[in-house]
């Protein structure tokens, strides 16, 4: 694995490296050594996937608060996604920066985002799939948002959104967020 800084400390794009015979390709897309050798998180308690229909899916963008913040390993395993991290945590250098990637089984990169980083995608064709690998546990009352088209974060989206639910349309801006 290539692990490659995105400008979002602790933020960084995963590239598998390949093993390529005659059969077609192995490339290890998670190690537990490695993202650790990096300083970085690797306690996966659980992997999850969404199946987006539509192409203009919007979801995100979600994080969650201490003491249940998540850290996630995000790739498209079919379709395409345009994938974006926003910083949002208060102390850092990057505090709403945003980085975002184009994500796809072609390529097969991953993101690795950082507790504090808020995470969502844009599917760029029918019949998406993202698999998360998250270290840390879902806790519903710790789960928080902002709004993708949040102005004081600015995220240039590829394309129209044609679906998103409410939860994610009406998540507080940030500048009209306390604290």
């Not at 300083?39 to 539509?54: E, F, I, K, Q, T």
Request: glycine content about 10%; hydrophobic content about 40%.
């Amino acid at each position: 694995m290539i692990l490659e800084p995105t400008g979002i400390p602790g933020a960084f794009r995963i590239r598998p490296q390949r093993f390529e015979d005659q059969r077609g390709f192995f490339a290890r897309t998670w190690s537990r050594e490695e993202l650790a050798g990096h300083g970085l998180r690797a306690d996966l308690d659980h992997v999850g996937v969404s199946w987006n229909r539509r192409r203009g899916t919007l979801r995100g963008m979600h994080f969650q608060v201490a003491p249940c913040e998540e850290v996630k390993v995000v790739s498209c395993l079919r379709g395409a996604v345009h994938d974006v991290l926003v910083d949002l945590r208060p102390d850092s250098p990057a505090l709403h920066r945003w980085f975002a990637a184009r994500l796809d089984p072609v390529g097969m990169d991953a993101l690795y985002v950082p507790a504090g980083v808020a995470h969502g995608f844009l599917t760029l064709e029918d019949d998406s799939l993202v698999q998360y690998a998250i270290c840390g546990r879902y806790s519903p009352e710790h789960a928080r948002g902002i709004r993708y088209d949040d102005p004081v974060v600015g995220i240039p989206w590829p394309g129209s959104v044609e679906t998103v639910v409410e939860r994610d349309r009406t998540w507080p801006l940030l500048e009209r967020r306390a604290g």
